[in-house]
Nanobody, 119 residues
């Protein structure tokens, strides 16, 4: 199983970035995909999630209206479009795949990609 994030970098406040997470080794279209982030000295927090078929999304209040999650179940990739970035969005962003089968949870993480918002 692999989740490989890309697209992070340094951006000025008000700018945009698009993160990608390429998945392999599991049945991508059976998993809820999420983006989390962790800033220095803080706990990892949920940014948003998208259902397995892509028909439903939810977001943290701090990013609503600025971030958009989407997925391509043919390319086995999930995206995070980040607009109107703020310095407080600076963090390592992680991709997560999760599936519940009865009492079993399959839960996978990517290695993370750094996003720095600074002038």
């Amino acid at each position: 199983v692999q989740l490989v994030e890309s697209g992070g970098g340094l951006v000025q406040p008000g700018g945009s970035l698009r993160l990608s997470c390429a998945a392999s080794g599991f049945t991508f279209n059976s998993y809820v995909m999420s983006w989390y982030r962790q800033a220095p000295g803080k706990e990892r927090e949920l940014v948003g999630a998208i259902s397995s078929a892509g028909g439903s999304t939810n977001y943290a209040d701090s990013v609503k209206g600025r971030f958009t999650i989407s997925r391509d179940n043919v390319k086995n990739t999930v995206y995070l479009q980040m607009n109107s970035l703020k310095p407080e969005d600076t963090a390592v962003y992680y991709c997560n795949a999760r599936r519940y089968l009865g009492s079993t949870v399959n839960n996978y993480w990517g290695q993370g990609t750094q996003v720095t918002v600074s002038s």
